[in-house]
């Protein structure tokens, strides 16, 4: 197991951090490694329990974790590993789950043309990205050639 | 060559139908595993049809999907036909919104009404009479 390492000894969580944890106060980000198969399932599973903590329905749950796996796989497989960010923005009427997805791979050469259905380059169906646009209220793509990928999608709820 | 390590999928043998379900926690090479363990079933046992249950999946990326898609194709190919069945709703939504459609791939809405399709009937209880259950 990579990663791990650190976490053998004893985490000592303050106040404000067991709250956050416990998703009682703003929870704070957390940002996941997506280098394996493995940190795959991980991803999803630290992703629908930020659904069920934001209070997300079982339909808005499964978006959201769909477009986690799909964004997760496009870096884990285009762009040579990376990693995913979630947080919680807030509005007025709305709490949020945003997913911040980087990699450092070689970057999208044409964004149009990635988020079109059915175009692939890999393993899937080549609705990934298109797709995951589709599962969330709001995405933005930052790419570079050579300077990597950076996806960034918001799921609202409104209260 | 030694066999590929088992996925822990078991793929049970009801006459000629072979019944197995996909686990959520499965990852891509289990995935794939999967397929090719069923798809050395179906040859050795000579199954005609396959039923998949995957009520335990949370979601359908466009990996599961690719995987049920080149599934029902090979299975075809090998004489079997496959139903998946048993897609929780919110799954069934969003695999929509995604824009996948799992194009030749026959689904039901649970396993019972799978087998019934694939040709397996709930014997009825004989009107009138105790059902004794047939044991011996």
């Keep these: 197991m990579t990663g791990a390492g650190e976490s053998g000894g004893t985490t000592v969580l303050g106040d404000a951090e067991r709250r956050a944890a416990n998703g009682e106060a703003a929870a704070r980000p957390v940002t996941y ?3 394996s198969e493995q ?3 991980t991803v999803r599973h630290a992703v629908r329990a930020a659904t069920r903590r934001a209070g997300f329905s079982i339909v808005d749950q499964t978006r959201v974790v769909t477009a986690a796996s799909e964004l997760a796989r496009n870096a884990y497989v285009h762009g040579g590993g990376g990693a995913l960010t979630i947080d919680y923005p807030t509005r007025r009427d709305a ?11 070689p970057g999208i050469d044409d964004v149009p043309t990635a988020l079109a259905d059915g175009y692939t380059t890999g393993n899937g169906l080549g609705h990934g990205l298109g797709g995951a646009r589709r599962l969330m209220d709001e995405f933005d793509i930052r790419t570079e050639v050579g ?8 799921r609202w709820a409104v209260r | 060559m030694s066999s590929p390590p088992a996925t822990g999928v078991p793929i049970l043998r009801l006459g000629d139908v072979l019944v197995t379900g996909l686990l959520n926690e499965l990852d891509d090479e289990a995935a794939l595993r999967f397929t090719s363990e069923l798809m050395e079933r179906i040859a050795t046992e000579g199954a005609r049809g ?3 249950d995957i009520s335990r999946l949370e979601i359908i990326d466009s990996f599961v999907a690719r995987t049920l898609m080149e599934l029902t194709t090979t299975a075809r190919l090998l004489g079997a036909r496959v139903i998946v069945a048993g897609m929780r709703p919110p799954v069934a939504i969003t695999l929509a919104e995604l824009g996948l459609q799992l194009t030749g791939v026959e689904t039901a809405l649970n396993a019972e009404q799978g087998m019934a399709a694939l040709g397996w009937h709930q014997s009825p ?6 059902r004794h259950d047939r044991r011996r």
């Design chain 2, 50 to 52: 396959v039923l998949i």
């Design chain 1, 33 to 35: 490694a997506v280098r």
């Design chain 1, 39 to 41: 940190d795959l399932l």
């Design chain 1, 95 to 105: 709490v949020g789950l945003r997913l911040t997805v980087t990699d450092d791979g």
């Design chain 2, 125 to 130: 209880a004989p009107p009138g009479e105790v």
């Design chain 1, 147 to 154: 300077g990597g990928t950076t996806v960034t999608a918001t």
